[in-house]
């Protein structure tokens, strides 16, 4: 299958663009608007329909690191082409598939491969399988990519955490939340400050500690670039001014999708080769040299990422808050306590909520994240 699945859902977006009543910025966008919470939940329901597993935790499989998700037992394997309105992945390294089963035991679900802007996707695109994530219950997100090492100190085979990142793609105008907005996605002003989570940096931390391995671990910041050309020496050298450490071609699209919806995110980027900023230097960057070192450090990273969410899946460490930012007044839905017992209830399967609505399990998830309805002690 080609791109049909792609095709679809853009018709599908136009239908319902010219049935809606469309607003002065929507009707001259330049800029896509992506994917309704519809057709998102249409792919969300057909997933859900393939496993009984209902995980909390996603794993994001960067360049090369698909041997990620082969520690996923008991699993169902989805290939992307086959999941209505998705988009095939077209890249050596990324399978396009989803894996949906037991990491260690836990409930997880993992994308084996990403898609790219390069690929011909728009970002929004790009990004809306986290969306989809989102709808099937994911709280917490891990996202790996490969990446060159900017910062002069790292070495092919280091791990950094990403403890920031700079959005050049956003900073000029392109980010996956742009054009028309849906509040059941989050809220289209929101903070950036706290996205990548410092407990489970500190987590993750302490692990490779654990693991001896902390002297090849490093925390920095990460910036995402179009690609697929690697860079001239004048650009990496203009990012290292900007206080970049490490350079990719994914990652923040999909972490600032995750954050809109209130996802709990933990990323890191496997420094798969040294970036070259000097004239006289022959290395070249090329795409064998990262697939050959994610190859290289699967076994620890396999053994990382495990310990990882066995920590994200502890109970105090899976809390989580709705983002700030909900736009006031664009629901009608009453803000009401609900208490322990109810929630419980509620999260157990389709039933009745309290008042003032009935809910799914899955909206009463979405209700809480949204800062909606809230669980009281009692
Ligand atoms: O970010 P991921 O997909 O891990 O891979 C990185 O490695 C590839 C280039 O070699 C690009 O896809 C770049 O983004
Ligand atoms: N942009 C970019 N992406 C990468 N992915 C892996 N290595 C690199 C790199 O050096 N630059």
């Not at 890249?91 to 989803?98: C, I, K």
């Not at 400050?193 to 925390?219: C, L, P, Q, W």
């Not at 001239?232 to 919806?261: K, N, P, Y």
């Amino acid at each position: 299958m080609s791109n049909h699945a792609l095709e679809n859902g853009v018709a599908n977006i136009k239908k319902e663009e010219e049935l809606s009543d469309m607003r002065h910025g929507e009707k001259f966008s330049f800029l896509s608007s992506g994917y309704s919470f519809e057709i998102i939940e249409q792919m969300s329901n057909y997933i859900r329909e393939k496993s009984q597993l209902r995980p909390r935790i996603a794993v994001i499989c960067g360049s090369g690191l698909g041997s990620l998700a082969d520690i996923i037992l008991d699993s169902t394997v989805i290939s992307y082409e086959e999941i209505p309105h998705f988009p095939p992945s077209t890249v050596p390294g990324h399978a396009g598939e989803l894996v949906i089963g037991l990491l260690d035991g836990i409930p997880v679900i993992a994308m084996k491969g990403r898609l790219h802007l390069y690929e011909g996707y728009p970002l929004w695109l790009c990004s809306m399988p986290v969306r989809v994530m989102k709808l099937l219950g994911v709280r917490q997100i891990v996202i790996t990519c490969a990446a060159g090492g900017l910062n002069p100190s790292y070495k092919t085979g280091d791990i950094m955490i990403i403890k920031d990142h700079v959005n050049l793609q956003g900073l000029i105008g392109n980010s996956p939340l742009v054009g028309k907005h849906d509040e059941r996605f989050g809220p289209r002003f929101f903070p950036m400050n706290k996205t990548y989570d410092s407990h489970y940096r500190e987590i993750a931390k302490r692990i490779a500690t654990d693991m001896g391995i902390s002297d090849s671990v490093r925390e920095g910041v990460h910036v995402m670039v179009g690609g697929p050309n690697y860079e001239t020496i004048a650009e990496l050298q203009f990012l290292r001014l900007m206080g970049i450490d490490s350079v990719g071609m994914s990652t923040v699209h999909e972490v600032l999708v995750a954050r809109q919806c209130s996802m709990r995110v933990f990323a890191f980027c496997l420094i798969t080769n040294e970036c070259v900023t000097e004239y006289d230097c022959n290395l070249e960057a090329n795409h064998e040299e990262v697939l050959q070192t994610a190859e290289q450090r699967q076994e620890t990273l396999k053994l990382f990422v495990t310990k990882i969410v066995a920590e994200m899946a502890k109970p105090e460490n899976s809390i989580v808050q709705p983002i700030p930012g909900r736009t006031p007044g664009r629901t009608n839905i009453v803000k009401h306590q609900i208490n322990a017992g109810e929630l419980r209830a509620l999260r157990k399967g389709r039933i009745a909520s309290t008042k003032p609505t009935v809910a799914t399990e899955q909206e009463v998830n979405n209700m809480l994240d949204l800062g909606i309805i809230e669980p009281s002690s009692g």
